[in-house]
């Protein structure tokens, strides 16, 4: 088998290499960009926004009701409730955490089961809720009960539906990969 024609093997020179040319020093690299029409947010704005969403539904959904029943228990009035101080703070806080992941992991394909998981821990806690939800009051001989258990469950439906809205845009995710990104964080020029 003989070596091929000009190698060193030949006694020959060496093949040279050619070289690519090199751009001019004034045209500046190309950065990987999206493509134009949208433009997603940092991570820290994402982040920023979703601390803001988990602090203020923490706020109202664990310490407002917590430091309101332990109030109204203060009272010398006769205020009565079965609801439970650590199911409100342990589902207000599961709550306030998938809430506050949603605009953190919005251009991934997890926004959906987050999304979903969020709306139904939230359909948990109102149907937990809506045969407990009574408070009665009592002065003397007189009392007052009110319940809005049904008020609850007439709630729910806005949960039941952002389940279906999740479980949609997770299959969507899948079966088209980026196009809600697109439509979400479009840019309007």
Known sequence: MSAPEGTAA????????????????????????????????????????????????????????????????????????????????????????????????????????????GALVSLGYLLYLAPLAWVALGMGEVGIALGFGGLLTLLAIVPLLSIGAGIVTTLEDFARPGERVRYQYRVAY
């Open 10 to 117: 030949e006694g020959g020179a060496p093949p040279r290499a050619v070289e690519a040319p090199t751009p001019p020093l004034s045209v500046p690299p190309v950065a990987a960009e999206p493509p134009p029409g949208f433009r997603i947010p940092s991570l820290a704005r994402r982040l920023t926004i979703g601390v803001l969403t988990g602090v203020a539904l923490f706020f109202v959904l664990v310490i407002l009701p917590t430091e309101a029943l332990s109030r109204l228990a203060e009272l010398s009035v006769g205020f009565t409730t079965q609801v439970p101080v650590g199911a409100i703070e342990l589902s207000g806080t599961a709550i306030a955490l998938l809430y506050a992941a949603r605009p953190v992991v919005a251009p991934m394909r997890a926004y959906g089961p987050v999304y979903a998981a």
